[in-house]
């Protein structure tokens, strides 16, 4: 797929074009509805755990809906405030700032399999938007440069808060990455490929073949870099409200603060699709392999792809549930400690880890 | 055809981005025009169907270094830099355009005008046909550069090390001097980065930025 400079003379390309078109736009929808769903999540959830009710009120009409309107609400509410741009600020940055932080989220989208290949209208469609056999550096790529958004807000806001918050945030960052990419090492030798969609086929339905059994210390550090990631609690200390007012979104407002908010959202699904994709098993449904499904679903391969895409959005949704009960469970980290989990503990449990796993995988292929 | 017009456009764009660089006052300005430049040249590796060197420049440069660049500027809270005249005498300046001349004249007769294609072994197909972009980058970086390969990450803990032996030097001298003040415990050497840039935006007030 892609531009492969051969024109896109053919019939199967023009159909492949289009398919990547409609399947961005659906993830892009999809992806639109996590923030204000979190937000409710967010709410209800913590409610619940400290036995209150949280918002329920608003909804449509005389359908109260658990109060699931009150985000709908809130987004309006964010969209039709007045814009206010701090004195002194840089201007160019500071508009640029949200733009940087929302694309790297979606850009990764584009890389992870939603479902096992599909049939329809005699045309082979794979279910990642873009279909490219080193995966896993895509999104380490564009997950690196999540980062520019926070740095920027902060600077360009100046505001000491924000400047704070940004230089926390980029420091934070820069040192979870490492980690992150040491823990996913251990996957590659063992899957031996770069692609996602082969290490999805490779842990098939069986849950002992999943990368959270071979790879448990892996899970360790890439569930607990996940939240350092995308600044959520524990690791919020790039917002920290107790002594940065908000941190590097404190001038932002309206509908620029919107897209904080929904880069933050948008970012933690991503991961947490990511995390069901890799240790997870991505779209396989524990028990069930695919040519089972095949015969349940009557050989209709667009059926079992999206039953596929259902069951990994559950599992993500799994994930995405985590990261609101950590946040009420766990109280934040002071900078050092975080800073020193982060070099001390996370960087050489990571090298260890790829390194045992490579012995491992050695002795294994050549012993 | 789609991929010379695609190769133009990115050209123009990084020559226009890399002018940018050197020539914006403002650092931050230069160093968003320099991942600009790297993450387009990225655009021209993905192009050459080089995917795993593209995922790497962007990972690395766009992803890593120029974020550490940032980093310091932001902690280190530089301003617009002062603009000087650049006196370049006569003689220098003819040799300085007719080198450029000569290099685009002698750059054109080498290519016959044409942006070169992908010529010897490794054409985009064979790569495909080996399995794929990562594994012959890395067959041939473990076999045949394995040497080269280890002795640069060498030099690179080497540089590690050097840096951390600097660092360390001034830190003891530093702790030396403000420990008797002190009589509180010092927070860890981690959080002192982020603590000193505190008081140098605290005490006028404000964060001084280049567009005041």
Redesign the interface.
């Given at each position: 797929m892609g531009l492969d400079g051969q024109g896109l003379a053919t019939d199967a390309a023009t159909v492949q074009v289009i398919a990547t078109i409609i399947k961005f736009v659906i993830i892009f929808i999809l992806c639109m509805q996590v923030p204000p769903l979190m937000v409710w999540v967010e709410r209800r959830a913590p409610a619940l755990m400290q036995r209150r009710k949280g918002p329920n009120r608003v909804g449509i009409g005389k359908w109260r809906l658990y109060g699931l309107m009150q985000s709908l609400a809130d987004a309006i509410k964010l969209i039709f405030k007045e814009e206010v741009v701090p004195e002194g600020a840089n201007r160019a940055f500071y508009h640029i700032a949200p733009i940087f932080a929302v694309f790297p989220a979606f850009l990764i989208a584009c890389a992870i399999p939603y479902g096992h290949t599909m049939q329809l209208f005699g045309y082979t469609i794979p279910l990642s938007i873009v279909d490219i056999d080193v995966g896993f550096l895509f999104i380490f790529a564009f997950s690196s440069l999540a980062v520019y958004g926070v740095t920027l807000a902060g600077w360009a806001s100046n505001s000491k808060y924000s400047l704070l918050g940004a230089l926390r945030a980029s420091a934070q960052m820069i040192s979870y990455e490492i980690p992150l990419g040491l823990s996913l090492i251990p996957i590659v030798l063992i899957f031996g490929t770069l692609d996602l969609n082969q290490i999805v086929v490779a842990q098939s339905a069986w849950i002992w073949k999943w990368g959270v059994i071979k790879a448990p210390i892996s899970f360790l550090i890439f569930l607990i870099c996940m939240f350092a990631e995308t600044n959520r609690a524990p690791f919020d200390l790039a917002e920290g409200e107790s002594e940065l007012v908000a941190g590097f979104h404190t001038e932002f407002n309206s509908a620029k603060f919107a897209a904080f908010f929904l880069a933050e959202y948008v970012s933690m699904f991503i991961l947490s699709l990511l995390a069901a994709t890799i240790f997870f098993g991505g779209w396989q449904i524990p028990f069930v392999p695919y040519h089972a499904l095949l015969v349940v679903t009557g050989g209709l391969t667009w059926l079992a792809s999206l039953i596929g895409f259902v069951v990994l959005i559950l599992k993500a949704c799994f994930f995405m549930f985590l990261y609101v009960w950590v946040r009420w469970t766990l109280p934040r980290f002071r900078y050092d400690q975080l800073m020193s989990l982060g070099w001390k503990f996370m960087l050489p449990l990571g090298l260890a880890n790829v390194f045992i796993t490579a012995v491992v995988v050695a002795a294994i292929q050549f012993g | 055809?789609?991929?010379q017009v695609?190769f133009y456009i990115f050209a123009a764009l990084i020559t226009l981005c890399s002018i940018g660089v050197i020539t914006v006052r403002?650092p931050?300005?230069a160093a968003?025009y320099l991942?600009s430049d790297l993450f387009l040249l990225?655009g021209i590796y993905a192009?050459m169907?080089a995917?795993?060197v593209a995922?790497?420049q962007?990972?690395v440069y766009?992803?890593?270094i120029v974020?550490?660049f940032?980093?310091v500027i932001?902690?280190l809270n530089l301003g617009p830099e002062a603009r000087q005249r650049l006196k370049i005498p006569a003689p220098e300046l003819a040799v300085l355009v007719i080198t450029t001349i000569a290099f685009i004249g002698v750059a054109i007769m080498m290519t016959n005008g044409q942006p070169t294609v992908p010529v010897g072994a490794l054409t985009p197909k064979a790569v495909q046909a080996a399995g794929?972009?990562?594994y012959v980058v890395g067959m041939v970086l473990f076999t045949k550069y394995l040497w080269p390969f280890e002795l640069s990450s060498m030099l690179i803990l080497l540089a590690t090390i050097a840096s951390v032996v600097i660092a360390k030097k001034d830190k003891a001298k530093a702790v030396k001097s403000t420990r008797k003040e002190q009589t509180l415990t010092s927070?860890?050497a981690?959080?002192d980065?982020?603590e000193a840039?505190?008081p140098a935006?605290?005490s006028n007030g404000?964060?001084v930025?280049?567009?005041?």
């Amino acid at each position: 797929m892609g531009l492969d400079g051969q024109g896109l003379a053919t019939d199967a390309a023009t159909v492949q074009v289009i398919a990547t078109i409609i399947k961005f736009v659906i993830i892009f929808i999809l992806c639109m509805q996590v923030p204000p769903l979190m937000v409710w999540v967010e709410r209800r959830a913590p409610a619940l755990m400290q036995r209150r009710k949280g918002p329920n009120r608003v909804g449509i009409g005389k359908w109260r809906l658990y109060g699931l309107m009150q985000s709908l609400a809130d987004a309006i509410k964010l969209i039709f405030k007045e814009e206010v741009v701090p004195e002194g600020a840089n201007r160019a940055f500071y508009h640029i700032a949200p733009i940087f932080a929302v694309f790297p989220a979606f850009l990764i989208a584009c890389a992870i399999p939603y479902g096992h290949t599909m049939q329809l209208f005699g045309y082979t469609i794979p279910l990642s938007i873009v279909d490219i056999d080193v995966g896993f550096l895509f999104i380490f790529a564009f997950s690196s440069l999540a980062v520019y958004g926070v740095t920027l807000a902060g600077w360009a806001s100046n505001s000491k808060y924000s400047l704070l918050g940004a230089l926390r945030a980029s420091a934070q960052m820069i040192s979870y990455e490492i980690p992150l990419g040491l823990s996913l090492i251990p996957i590659v030798l063992i899957f031996g490929t770069l692609d996602l969609n082969q290490i999805v086929v490779a842990q098939s339905a069986w849950i002992w073949k999943w990368g959270v059994i071979k790879a448990p210390i892996s899970f360790l550090i890439f569930l607990i870099c996940m939240f350092a990631e995308t600044n959520r609690a524990p690791f919020d200390l790039a917002e920290g409200e107790s002594e940065l007012v908000a941190g590097f979104h404190t001038e932002f407002n309206s509908a620029k603060f919107a897209a904080f908010f929904l880069a933050e959202y948008v970012s933690m699904f991503i991961l947490s699709l990511l995390a069901a994709t890799i240790f997870f098993g991505g779209w396989q449904i524990p028990f069930v392999p695919y040519h089972a499904l095949l015969v349940v679903t009557g050989g209709l391969t667009w059926l079992a792809s999206l039953i596929g895409f259902v069951v990994l959005i559950l599992k993500a949704c799994f994930f995405m549930f985590l990261y609101v009960w950590v946040r009420w469970t766990l109280p934040r980290f002071r900078y050092d400690q975080l800073m020193s989990l982060g070099w001390k503990f996370m960087l050489p449990l990571g090298l260890a880890n790829v390194f045992i796993t490579a012995v491992v995988v050695a002795a294994i292929q050549f012993g | 055809m789609t991929q010379q017009v695609l190769f133009y456009i990115f050209a123009a764009l990084i020559t226009l981005c890399s002018i940018g660089v050197i020539t914006v006052r403002n650092p931050v300005t230069a160093a968003m025009y320099l991942v600009s430049d790297l993450f387009l040249l990225a655009g021209i590796y993905a192009m050459m169907q080089a995917h795993f060197v593209a995922a790497i420049q962007i990972l690395v440069y766009a992803g890593a270094i120029v974020v550490l660049f940032i980093f310091v500027i932001m902690l280190l809270n530089l301003g617009p830099e002062a603009r000087q005249r650049l006196k370049i005498p006569a003689p220098e300046l003819a040799v300085l355009v007719i080198t450029t001349i000569a290099f685009i004249g002698v750059a054109i007769m080498m290519t016959n005008g044409q942006p070169t294609v992908p010529v010897g072994a490794l054409t985009p197909k064979a790569v495909q046909a080996a399995g794929g972009n990562t594994y012959v980058v890395g067959m041939v970086l473990f076999t045949k550069y394995l040497w080269p390969f280890e002795l640069s990450s060498m030099l690179i803990l080497l540089a590690t090390i050097a840096s951390v032996v600097i660092a360390k030097k001034d830190k003891a001298k530093a702790v030396k001097s403000t420990r008797k003040e002190q009589t509180l415990t010092s927070p860890a050497a981690s959080s002192d980065c982020v603590e000193a840039a505190a008081p140098a935006s605290l005490s006028n007030g404000k964060v001084v930025h280049g567009t005041r």
